[in-house]
């Protein structure tokens, strides 16, 4: 079970944060392009932590985890002000693309390794395609398989975390390389199961 199944049961964990958000007068889609902009920033935090100093690491994992808690809150906002919409969804998932895209980029940069980064970010952006191509032939969206999104920003949090006193390279690669072919193997993997319990559930 992936950490995406979670979401339904988180929904008195984050109700505080939720009306905080509503009080101070946000949209949900105005917290979904915040969960970008602080992807964006993650993935700037990561690119320096391999250039700059592996401090940086640290601030991106803490960013990642915050695009992923705000992940979570534009859809609960959008239900208590009952404003939940197809556009909004579309622009929700769009904008979760490009945050994946935008942090393996960062990590990818940081290492200098744009190979893995592209194998990483194939996997990463297959695995939500073949989640959401279920609901698109009439299926419910599958967040089954090895690995979901949250479980994807947890891992890169923890490695972020890591990356700091585990700086020294195994095989070749740093931590954040292995994170990279972690991301790519186990990204086509997951899309290759949720597509076969699509076919199966046709």
């Known amino acids: 079970m992936t950490l995406d199944q979670l979401r339904p049961y988180v929904a008195g964990v984050i109700d505080p944060f939720v009306e905080g958000f509503d009080r101070a007068g946000f949209t949900p889609n105005g917290v979904s392009m915040?969960?970008?902009a602080v992807a964006v920033a993650a993935a700037v935090a990561f690119a320096l932590g391999g250039v700059?100093?592996?401090?940086?690491?640290?601030v991106g994992a803490l960013l990642v985890l915050l695009n992923g808690w705000l992940d979570v809150i534009d859809g609960a906002l959008a239900r208590r002000q009952r404003v939940a919409s197809a556009g909004g969804d579309l622009?929700?998932?769009v904008l979760d693309r490009y945050a994946d895209i935008v942090i393996i980029g960062g990590l990818a940069a940081g290492i200098g390794s744009f190979l893995l980064g592209f194998l990483a970010v194939t996997g990463v952006v297959m695995t939500s395609y073949l989640g959401t191509q279920a609901q698109a032939v009439g299926l419910e969206r599958v967040y089954g398989g090895l690995v979901g999104r949250a479980d994807r920003l947890a891992i890169i949090a923890?490695?972020?975390?890591?990356a700091y006193p585990l700086g020294?390279?195994?095989a070749g690669l740093t931590i954040v390389g292995w994170l990279l072919v972690f991301?790519?193997?186990i990204g086509h993997l997951?899309?290759?199961q949720r597509f076969l319990y699509a076919w199966r559930a046709l």
């Open 34 to 36: 915040l969960a970008f």
């Open 52 to 58: 700059s100093g592996r401090g940086w690491y640290a």
């Open 158 to 162: 923890v490695v972020g975390v890591l």
């Open 183 to 185: 991301l790519a193997v």
């Open 168 to 170: 020294g390279a195994v």
């Open 190 to 192: 997951t899309a290759v």
């Open 91 to 93: 622009l929700d998932h």
